[in-house]
């Protein structure tokens, strides 16, 4: 791993939190999974990243969505970042 600095931490998540465009999140876990699929570009299936978030570590997500984004042009950004997470909890 690259070590911290990948992270976000729970403030920096919640800085973004938009009362008026999310008014259905309550929680972190929440936040993080749409976070997750705005970053891929999903948000047709952001209720399996919010489910990720709440049931996944989050140091694999965050492993499997940097592979993501150092991968550079990709056909499918969700389709590798579930390959990378597959591959990630089998370790």
């Known amino acids: ?37 705005e970053e891929l570009g999903d948000l047709r299936h952001k209720a399996l990243y919010i489910k990720y978030g709440k049931t996944i570590p989050r140091a694999i997500l965050e492993e499997a969505l940097n592979f993501v984004k150092s991968a550079g042009k990709v056909r499918s950004k969700p389709r590798l970042f579930m390959w990378k997470l597959k591959q990630l909890r089998k370790e």
């Open 1 to 37: 791993m690259n070590g911290n600095k990948d992270f976000q931490s729970v403030g920096q998540i919640l800085k973004r939190f938009d009362p008026t465009k999310d008014k259905y999140i309550s929680r972190e876990f929440q936040a993080y999974g749409y976070y997750l699929a």
